[in-house]
């Protein structure tokens, strides 16, 4: 016998037990950006390498170590995209769409990284991400923030998530904090732990994300962004928090958050949740107004964000959700020929209703008992009698009522007593 093969190592099946969930919070999504006026764009899961060592920085942990690269028998490096941003960015530049025009475009699918697996993280995840182009102003990122509590409400979410919120100023304002910072990580180098004494050279910023405790107790007397902003980037900010208060919404002001990507500038923020232990990010954005021009367009304001669709399914499985998406009807028949031509004829009535035909033969007595664990509500018989007459005899299987025979045209409206 032949061994088996197995799925890879973080990277794994969604079962059908599990895909009516995730086709309901998609549902809920895509409903929600349709009613914001946000356009879908499909990109592909494998791109030039390039385009993520320029975007997101030769200097982070995803191109350091976690991104799937590869060369093709052309001897061109390749890479399964780790996020969506880039990829959404390029696609747009390269069709066009950017210079001198507004977008608002959402994208979902696949990414990968090489991490270690555990809950809510892994090789394989899915994201749904939103990007807005064209737009400077601090009306936008509030449209957006606004638009993730909205589908927070909507998911029954809003009291398991808080909403943490920071501004890097722009690439001026970092270079002057930058030069600060690095002069106080020095004088505690010793002190740091492994990974934030290597990024002090390379990517100081990072430190201030690091989860070691003895590095956050040292950061709490680190100098802060905040101080070094330009009147402009403070304005920014402000103007931004004014127009979340004045949508009532409450949010914490972390100077620690910075996210863990190159490309932002401005507005930084993220949905936090306790409820998933140390995987507690669940939506994540912010501003990134040089990258486009870094990929090569024309310079171009952008804000965007992406949420982990895993982390969102783990938090939807701790609520009580009746997502029921068994059949409504199971077709039973002695005839294959009949069975077919009933449950076809009751989709085009009602393209609503969800028919389940048996197929594959068996006596009466089979056809029912599968007709009961599909968890269909009604059986629709035909035997011998029924096709002699030219009727269909409607069982109900979830409630007590007493099978009845209707002619075929009738049983559409027998079937609305049941299905109301």
Known sequence: MSK??????????????????WQWFENKVATLLQRYSYSEIRT???EQTDLFRRS???????VE???????????DSLTLRPEGTASCVRAAEQHGLLYNQIQRLWYKGPMFRHERPQAGRYRQFHQIGVEAFGMATPDIDAELILLSRRLWQELGLEQQVVL??????????RAKYRAALVEFLNQHRDDLDEDSQRRIERNPLRVLDSKNPQTQEILGDAPELVDYLSEESAAHFNQLKALLDAA????EVNPRLVRGLDYYSHTVFEWVTDALGAQGTVCAGGRYDGLVEQLGGRATPAVGF????ERLILLLEQQTLAINNAPHVYVVADDPQASILLAEQLRTDNPQLRVLTHCGGGSFKSQLRRADRSG?????????????SNSVTVKPLREHNEQTTVPQTQVAAELAKYLA
């Open 56 to 62: 997101i920085g030769e200097v982070t942990d995803i």
């Open 248 to 251: 009532g919404l409450s949010y």
């Open 164 to 173: 943490q919120l920071n501004t890097l100023g722009s690439l001026e304002d």
């Open 376 to 388: 269909a509500q009604v059986a629709l018989i035909i035997g011998a009698e029924e096709a002699a």
């Open 4 to 21: 088996k093969i197995a799925s890879i190592r973080g990277m794994n099946d969604i079962l059908p037990t599990d895909t009516p969930l």
């Open 44 to 46: 592909p899961i494998v």
């Open 65 to 75: 170590k976690e991104m799937y690269t590869f060369e093709d028998r052309n001897g």
């Open 306 to 309: 992406a949420m982990g669709m």
